[in-house]
T-cell receptor, first 111, second 114 residues
Framework: GQQVMQIPQYQHVQEGEDFTTYCNSS?????IQWYKQRPGGHPVFLIQ?????EVKKQKRLTFQFGEAKKNSSLHITATQTTDVGTYFC???????????FGAGTQVVVTP | DADVTQTPRNRITKTGKRIMLECSQT?????MYWYRQDPGLGLRLIYY???????NKGEISDGYSVSRQAQAKFSLSLESAIPNQTALYFC?????????????FGPGTRLLVL
């Protein structure tokens, strides 16, 4: 089964609105990465979070790593049509020995 | 990333046929991975290789085999293709590290098994 859970699976957003997607693990993670896959494209690395409670921003995207290092979130402000795609989180812990991807959140933006 | 290439980009085959998907990289990375993507299931790891002499099964390796011919090449074979192997297949690479290395994905191969 999936060791890294993402919710929601699907997000329909009006252009200009904000939204948040969440990533959860029952295991304490060493770090978490976020990737974006545009429609018809391949996953592309966005960012990595390593420290408990860490917050990083990329323009309108804000990434947060939970205090317990078991969850993470991606918040997008003032959504644009360029934000369309599927966002994956991927967690790492030594016991897994490899990156575990969540199922992704597919984001659709309507003008 | 043009540094990771996959061939073919699209493939239609029939049930029972053996096919090979190829991945090449010019990034000089030691680690290579094969994933399949299905709607709603995200990226599932099929096989991975941490160097030329190292091959490991992922979570869904049944019905697949791999070959790491060189540091730069990692091939995925479907021994006897079946319709539920219809999916989008990605190759990825990463540097050697302690879990913080980024994965770089190829453009994908879309496979249809009839």
């Amino acid at each position: 089964g999936q060791q890294v859970m993402q919710i929601p699976q699907y997000q329909h957003v009006q252009e200009g609105e904000d939204f948040t997607t969440y990533c959860n693990s029952s295991t304490t993670l060493s770090n978490i990465q976020w990737y974006k896959q545009r429609p018809g494209g391949h996953p592309v690395f966005l960012i990595q979070l390593v420290k408990s409670g860490e917050v990083k921003k990329q323009k309108r995207l804000t990434f947060q790593f939970g205090e317990a290092k078991k969850n993470s979130s991606l918040h997008i402000t003032a959504t644009q049509t360029t934000d369309v795609g599927t966002y994956f989180c991927a967690g790492w812990t030594d016991s897994w020995g490899k990156l575990q991807f969540g199922a992704g959140t597919q984001v659709v933006v309507t003008p | 990333d043009a540094d990771v290439t996959q061939t073919p980009r699209n493939r239609i085959t029939k049930t029972g046929k053996r096919i090979m998907l190829e991945c090449s990289q010019t990034k000089g990375h030691d680690r290579m991975y094969w994933y399949r993507q299905d709607p709603g299931l995200g990226l599932r790891l099929i096989y991975y290789s941490f160097d030329v002499k190292d091959i490991n099964k992922g979570e869904i390796s049944d019905g697949y085999s791999v070959s790491r011919q060189a540091q730069a090449k990692f091939s995925l074979s479907l021994e006897s293709a079946i319709p539920n192997q219809t999916a989008l297949y990605f190759c990825a690479t990463s540097e050697r590290g302690q879990g913080r290395e980024t994965q770089y994905f190829g453009p994908g191969t879309r496979l249809l098994v009839l």
